[in-house]
């Protein structure tokens, strides 16, 4: 689907306009090791629910495994897969439904249908081969950044051995060339001793939003 494919199908069916991703990466481009994240700290995990809570949030089926299957809360889940079984849940109580499908198309044309969800935000929450799906269409990334981390400190923590679980997206820097992203907001801490910087990335060239 191009760019302009996907901004049709979400404005045919009265979808906010923008699509924002969630990422926690070191700069050098490191998402994940094996089926886990490169840590766990609060502050990220909350803004990470910030900023998806309410809204339809976009995953693959191996970081959907690696939340032990279970749909995000308050969200409308969509897992991209074309192993698993197509299909719908709802959980009315926690206000969560879980959509399982090869293409996205048939999640928005479904969505299109319920009052509830229709006109919620569209979050693209990883990983590696989701964000690479969907990068084109992203106007706002929110980023956290583990800035004293890259291959080689993850490396000298884990051995060697963990090299082939690497998970990687791509550099910070090429991110934002590719993308023509601008830095907005940056907050930066120390939790736990961990560098970590949140920074917020908009597309800065308006053409692919017409
Ligand atoms: N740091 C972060 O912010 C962050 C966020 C999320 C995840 N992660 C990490 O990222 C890693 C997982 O990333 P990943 O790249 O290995 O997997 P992924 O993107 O989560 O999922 C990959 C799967 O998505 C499906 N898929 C991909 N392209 C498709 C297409 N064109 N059509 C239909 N289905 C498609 C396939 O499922 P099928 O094989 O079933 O067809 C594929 O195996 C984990 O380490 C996780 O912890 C990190």
Same mark, same amino acid.
């Given at each position: 689907?191009?760019?302009?494919?996907?901004?049709?199908?979400?404005?045919?069916?009265?979808?906010? $306009?923008?699509?924002?991703?969630?990422?926690?990466?070191?700069?050098?481009?490191?998402?994940?090791?094996?089926?886990?994240?490169?840590?766990?700290?609060?502050?990220?995990?909350? $803004?990470?629910?910030?900023?998806?809570?309410?809204?339809?949030?976009?995953?693959? $089926?191996?970081?959907?495994?690696?939340?032990?299957?279970?749909?995000?809360?308050?969200?409308?889940?969509?897992?991209?897969s074309?192993s698993m079984y197509p299909e719908?849940?709802?959980?009315?109580?926690?206000?969560?439904?879980?959509?399982v499908?090869?293409?996205?198309?048939?999640?928005?044309?479904?969505?299109?249908?319920?009052?509830?969800?229709?006109? &919620?935000?569209?979050? /693209?929450?990883?990983?590696?081969? /989701?964000?690479?799906?969907?990068?084109?269409?992203?106007?706002?990334?929110?980023?956290?950044?583990?800035?004293?981390?890259?291959?080689?400190?993850?490396?000298? &923590?884990?051995?060697?051995?963990?090299?082939?679980? /690497?998970?990687?997206?791509?550099?910070?820097?090429?991110?934002?060339?590719?993308?023509?992203?601008?830095?907005?907001?940056?907050? $930066?801490?120390?939790?736990?001793?961990?560098?970590?910087?949140?920074?917020?990335?908009? &597309?800065?060239?308006?053409?692919?939003?017409?």
């Amino acid at each position: 689907m191009s760019t302009k494919n996907f901004r049709k199908l979400l404005a045919d069916n009265s979808f906010p $306009r923008v699509v924002t991703a969630e990422i926690a990466m070191t700069y050098d481009g490191i998402i994940g090791i094996g089926s886990k994240l490169l840590y766990n700290i609060p502050q990220d995990m909350e $803004r990470f629910v910030q900023n998806t809570t309410g809204k339809i949030v976009v995953m693959g $089926r191996k970081t959907f495994e690696s939340m032990g299957c279970k749909p995000l809360k308050n969200r409308f889940n969509i897992v991209i897969s074309k192993s698993m079984y197509p299909e719908h849940k709802r959980d009315t109580e926690t206000n969560t439904e879980l959509f399982v499908c090869a293409n996205i198309a048939n999640a928005i044309n479904f969505i299109e249908g319920m009052s509830s969800w229709k006109d &919620r935000q569209i979050c /693209i929450i990883g990983g590696s081969q /989701i964000y690479k799906m969907f990068e084109n269409y992203i106007d706002e990334w929110h980023v956290t950044v583990f800035e004293n981390e890259n291959e080689q400190t993850i490396l000298d &923590r884990f051995g060697e051995d963990i090299r082939p679980d /690497i998970v990687r997206f791509k550099p910070l820097l090429q991110l934002m060339n590719d993308n023509n992203l601008t830095v907005h907001n940056v907050d $930066r801490m120390n939790p736990n001793n961990v560098k970590i910087c949140f920074a917020d990335l908009y &597309r800065t060239i308006e053409e692919d939003m017409q």
